[in-house]
């Protein structure tokens, strides 16, 4: 990390940088925007739907980051023939991608599908399940379109162009309000379907976005995609291009559901101290979550730029990308932290009414400072050694700085200590300042063994 670096290649990694991050970051907040769409328009129905909707989202949501963690993998791939100027090898990539898509989807299909069936074992109250089965139901027929769409989506990314994903998000966010409408009320001859409807309407989304990507991927004539379209002689399975693809993209997707679920096991770990402090935890993990769309869109940027650098086999482009990307990181994070401590009341009165509710949720945002740091250091990190292929090991770090040290300190300190909520996020903080010493630890191991193999 101590690799000097000119002003004019920092200035001209950041640019870049920036012009690929931007896009991503309105892509992210679209496809967040979406539960937050549903959340109010079923909310508006009754407490009931909204509270089936929920439950339903929990489920639903921690499968779809797995299979689109695993499928992003694409882009990594991508990145690195770019760099050894294999053009020609992107559409077989993206074939084989598109393959593995389609299975995945179909499985996601089924699991989905299978989830009510579980309902009750996971403690569903009986008057939820018939709304919240309903709206799995629906949106398991959006599953196979997400899968592919996050294929396309890495195509897009990965050959430098993120703007057609973005302007597609935009467009299914916006289409996605009027198909909750319709099938909620029941207009134009569709059922009634009350907050089961945003399932329906959600799979309706993702079916658009990916014909319309879909399109505009076949019928664009801009060069990147005019060299290496991909639905040309659309090869048979490659068990080799596919096992390359699983084997990178798995522990993607399995650390991203650490992480996700981590984050989603907090309302329960928090729940026993009542609906004060549970709805305090949310209130403050809802404007992180916000935040945290800014170091993982850039972070992917991140996983671009270092798969080139890392197919042209230079090192010292390679490690000036990553001082870039790790000097935004903190200044980011800097900002982030300066704007949650001065505008904390606000943030708070955002999402809810209670006086209450925010006094508790400005106090837990006090931890969201270091929380900022070590998130955003940890997701860059990991974007970067991505885009160096090295996934495995970040898994068992995700997954024994989350789930070995974090949630077991969370529990032990909301429920056996007296430090309330703020418990389970000094326990964040210290799962994720654990995960940014072993990630950076593993990054500087990567640099030494790619210096002694380029030279």
Same mark, same amino acid.
């Given at each position: ?155 897009? +990314? /990965? ?7 973005? @302007? %597609? *998000?935009?467009? =299914?966010? !916006? #289409? ?82 650490? +992480? /996700? ?7 329960? @770990? %928090? *729940?026993?101290? =009542?609906? !004060? #402090? ?97 998130? =955003? ?79």
């Amino acid at each position: 990390m101590a690799l000097p670096i000119s002003f004019t290649d920092f200035k001209s990694y950041s640019l870049r940088l920036g012009v690929l991050a931007l896009p991503i970051l309105i892509t992210q907040f679209c496809q967040a925007a979406l539960g937050v769409v549903d959340a109010i328009m079923a909310g508006q129905v009754s407490a009931l739907d909204l509270a089936a909707v929920a439950v339903g989202s929990g489920i639903w949501l921690p499968l779809f980051l797995l299979a689109t963690g695993i499928l992003i993998a694409t882009t990594p791939l991508i990145g690195e023939a770019i760099g050894q100027n294999r053009h020609n090898q992107v559409p077989h990539i993206t074939q084989q991608s598109i393959w593995t898509a389609g299975v995945i989807g179909i499985a996601g299909f089924i699991i989905v599908n299978l989830m009510p069936n579980i309902l009750g074992i996971m403690g569903v109250p009986d008057n939820i399940r018939p709304i919240a089965s309903q709206y799995l139901h629906g949106v398991s027929f959006g599953f196979p379109a997400m899968a592919v769409y996050a294929v396309l989506r890495s195509y897009c +990314e /990965a050959l430098g162009r993120p703007e057609p994903v973005t @302007v %597609i *998000s935009v467009i =299914g966010l !916006l #289409a996605d309000i009027p198909l909750n409408y319709i099938f909620i009320h029941g207009l134009f001859g569709m059922p009634e379907m009350g907050g089961a409807g945003c399932g329906v309407a959600t799979a309706c989304v993702l079916w658009i976005n990916v014909l319309l990507l879909g399109a505009y991927t076949t019928l664009t004539k801009r060069q990147q995609f005019a060299s290496t379209r991909f639905f040309y002689s659309f090869t048979k399975p490659d068990r080799q291009q596919i096992t390359k693809l699983l084997k990178l993209g798995i522990p993607i997707g399995i650390s991203i559901f650490f +992480e /996700a679920s981590l984050f989603s096991l907090g309302a329960l @770990v %928090i *729940s026993p101290l =009542g609906e !004060l #402090a549970t709805a305090s935890h949310q209130v403050a993990l809802s404007v992180t979550s916000q935040l945290f769309m800014i170091p993982i869109s850039v972070a992917m940027a991140l996983t671009i730029m270092i798969s080139n650098r890392f197919g042209e086999k230079n090192l010292m482009a390679l490690r000036q990308v990553q001082v870039t990307g790790l000097i935004w990181t903190v200044m980011i994070a800097l900002v982030a932290m300066l704007g949650i401590w001065l505008f904390r009341p606000q943030l708070a009165a955002a999402f809810t009414d209670n006086l209450d509710v925010r006094a508790q949720a400005m106090h837990l945002l006090i931890f969201a400072l270091g929380y900022q740091l070590f998130d =955003g250091w940890q997701v860059n990190v990991a974007g970067i050694l991505r885009g160096m292929q090295d996934t495995t090991i970040p898994m068992w770090v995700t997954l024994f700085c989350y789930w070995v040290v974090a949630l077991p300190l969370g529990i032990y300190l909301v429920r056996f200590t007296d430090v309330g909520a703020q418990g389970f996020w000094m326990a964040l903080i210290a799962g994720l300042f654990l995960s940014s010493i072993l990630l950076t630890l593993r990054l500087r191991y990567q640099q030494k063994r790619l210096q002694a193999m380029w030279g």
